[in-house]
C-alpha cells in the first residue's frame, strides 16, 4: 500500500510538472528596457518562456504600438516589432499575451535618456590604453568566485586560471593611468563569460579574456555587475578618461543562455560536421576565390568553445544591433572596437556600425582585421579602392603599421627592408579615406610583448615608442609596455 501511494504521489508530482511545463510563461525580454527619444523608433523583442510563441500578444500605451508579432522556430520564444513614438513618455508597459483562454502580463520599461556624456568617441588628440581587467588589479576580493557560475576558480598563482581582477581594481588605478597621458580605456570583455573552464594543450584554460559572451545584457559579476559598470564609466568620465568598449558580434560562448534553447537552428552556422574557420583573409577580398573558401572563412567557428553567429538572419542581426545601442545608452561608453571584424558578415557590420553612428555620431568604430598589406586593410574601412563591397567603418586596428614598425626596428635597412618597410606602408595611405582614424599600436594581447620581440634594447624600445606616438592615427598601448613587461606566447 505504501509504495503505491508512493507511486501516486511522484505520478501527480510529474504530471503537475508536465502541466506547469506546458503552461505559457514570460520569462524574460530581450532588451532589458528601452528608452524614449531614440532616434530609430522601431525595436525587436525577444520574448523567451516556455510556449511564449504560442501566444497572442498587445499592448495599450499612449506612443507605443505592437505593429506585428513573428513567431519564431522554438515555440518557446516570439519577436515583437514595436514602435516608439516622439510623443511616447518614459513608463513601464504592461504587455499583455494571451492563449486558450489564460492572460499573462509582462511589465516592460521605457525609460528617459539622460544627459551623461556617451559615444564621444576618440580621436588623434587620445591615448588609449588596453588592459585585460582580470589581470589588472583586485579591488575587491569577494568577487573573485562564485560557486554557481560554471567556472568556480580563481588562482592568481595559476597563469591560466582567472586572477580576480576587477573595475573597482580598475577605478582605483585610474589616477596612475592619468598620470601616463592616458585619455581613453579600453579593457578587453567586461560582458558575462559563464564559461566551464576549456581544455587547451593539456591544460585547463578560464576564460578571463572575455570573448566568450554567455548573455549580452550582464557585466561579469566578478568584475562587479552591471551596476559597477556604470559606476566606473562614471568615474571615468569625471578624471576625463573615456572608455572603449570591446564588442564580439562574430561568436558567443558555447554557454550562453540562448544555446541552451534556440530561438531557431539558423541562429548560428550549422555544419555537418565542426568546421573551423581558416583564419585566411584572402579568399573575402580575392576576385578569384572559391565560394566554398569565402564559407569556411566566415561561417567557420572560430574555436570548437565559440559556435559562428548567423548575422545573415534578421533577428540575429536586429538582437545584435540593438544591444550595441543598449550597451552604449546603458553604460555611457565613448568608442566601440569590434573584435574578429574580418569574420563578420560585412553587410552587417554596414548596418550596424550606420545604426550606432545614427544614435551616436561622434563616437569612433574600429574593428580588428589580421592582415598583413594595405589593400586587404583597406578593404574593412572606408577607402578610396574600387571594391564591389564598399566598408563604412570609420576606423581600425592597423596591423600593417604594426607589423612594419616591429620589422623596422628589427631588419637591416634595405630596399623594402628595415625602415623603408614602416615607409612603404605609410606611403599608401592614400587607399584610406582617412588614415588617421586608424588605431596603432606596438603590440597587444594576441601578440607577443614589445620588448621581447626587439630583443630587450632600450634604445629600439625608445625609437618604437617615439613612432607610435608621432606616426598618423590614433595610439593604444598595451598595459605593461611602460614597465617593459616582456614575454613571448
Avoid at 576565390?289 to 559562428?308: E, M, N, Q
Avoid at 551616436?360 to 592582415?371: M, T
Amino acid at each position: 500500500m505504501k509504495r503505491f501511494c508512493l507511486v501516486l504521489w511522484f505520478l501527480r508530482l510529474f504530471l503537475q510538472e508536465m502541466s506547469l511545463a506546458q503552461t505559457p510563461q514570460i520569462q524574460r525580454i530581450d532588451p532589458t528596457h528601452w528608452w524614449v527619444g531614440m532616434k530609430n523608433p522601431a525595436l525587436q523583442l525577444l520574448v523567451y518562456g516556455p510556449q511564449a510563441g504560442t501566444l497572442t500578444y498587445s499592448l495599450n500605451y499612449p506612443g507605443v504600438k505592437l505593429v506585428k508579432t513573428h513567431r519564431a522556430e522554438n515555440p518557446d520564444f516570439a519577436y515583437l516589432d514595436v514602435v516608439i513614438s516622439p510623443q511616447a513618455k518614459a513608463g513601464m508597459i504592461i504587455l499583455t499575451g494571451k492563449a486558450s483562454g489564460q492572460t499573462l502580463t509582462r511589465r516592460y520599461e521605457l525609460r528617459a535618456r539622460d544627459r551623461a556624456p556617451k559615444g564621444q568617441g576618440v580621436s588623434t588628440a587620445d591615448f588609449i590604453y588596453l588592459l585585460m581587467p582580470d589581470r589588472f588589479a583586485n579591488g575587491d576580493e569577494s568577487n573573485d568566485k562564485f560557486p554557481d557560475l560554471a567556472d568556480t576558480q580563481a588562482d592568481r598563482a595559476n597563469p591560466f586560471l582567472r586572477h580576480g581582477g576587477d573595475l573597482k581594481g580598475v577605478s582605483k588605478h585610474l589616477d596612475y593611468l592619468s598620470e601616463l597621458g592616458v585619455t581613453a580605456v579600453w579593457m578587453t570583455p567586461v560582458i558575462e563569460n559563464n564559461q566551464p573552464l576549456t581544455n587547451e594543450g593539456g591544460v585547463a584554460r578560464s576564460s578571463y579574456h572575455g570573448y566568450g559572451f554567455t548573455d549580452h545584457y550582464q557585466i561579469d559579476k566578478r568584475f562587479g555587475g552591471n551596476e559597477a559598470y556604470k559606476t566606473f564609466v562614471k568615474t571615468a568620465h569625471a578624471q576625463n578618461l573615456k572608455v572603449v568598449q570591446d564588442a564580439v558580434y562574430n561568436h558567443i560562448g558555447s554557454n550562453h543562455w540562448l544555446l541552451k534553447e534556440l530561438p531557431g537552428k539558423d541562429w548560428l552556422h550549422q555544419w555537418p560536421s565542426y568546421t573551423n574557420t581558416s583564419y585566411r583573409y584572402q579568399p573575402i577580398t580575392d576576385p578569384h576565390s572559391a565560394a566554398i573558401d569565402r564559407k569556411v572563412t566566415l561561417d567557420g567557428w572560430f574555436v570548437p568553445h565559440l559556435p559562428d553567429v548567423n548575422q545573415g538572419n534578421p533577428f540575429v542581426a536586429n538582437y545584435l544591433i540593438q544591444n550595441a545601442i543598449w550597451t552604449v545608452e546603458e553604460f555611457g561608453v565613448d568608442a566601440w572596437r569590434v573584435d574578429t571584424y574580418m569574420y563578420n558578415d560585412q553587410p552587417f557590420m554596414n548596418r550596424c556600425n550606420a545604426a550606432l553612428l545614427a544614435e551616436y555620431p561622434k563616437i569612433h568604430i574600429f574593428g580588428e582585421s589580421w592582415v598583413n598589406n594595405v589593400v586587404d586593410q583597406a578593404y574593412y574601412t572606408r577607402n578610396r579602392i574600387n571594391f564591389p563591397f564598399k566598408s563604412n567603418q570609420p576606423g581600425g586596428l592597423d596591423f600593417v603599421v604594426e607589423a612594419a614598425m616591429l620589422d623596422a626596428l628589427r631588419q637591416n635597412v634595405g630596399w623594402d627592408d628595415g625602415v623603408n618597410r614602416l615607409y612603404n606602408a605609410l606611403a599608401q595611405d592614400g587607399v584610406y579615406e582617412d588614415p588617421s582614424k586608424l588605431v596603432t599600436f606596438l603590440e597587444n594581447h594576441d601578440t607577443d610583448r614589445y620588448f621581447s620581440v626587439i630583443g630587450d634594447d632600450f634604445r629600439k624600445y625608445k625609437m618604437g615608442v617615439t613612432w607610435l606616438l608621432t606616426t598618423r592615427g590614433i595610439p593604444h598601448w598595451y598595459y605593461g609596455t611602460e614597465i617593459l613587461m616582456k614575454n613571448f606566447k
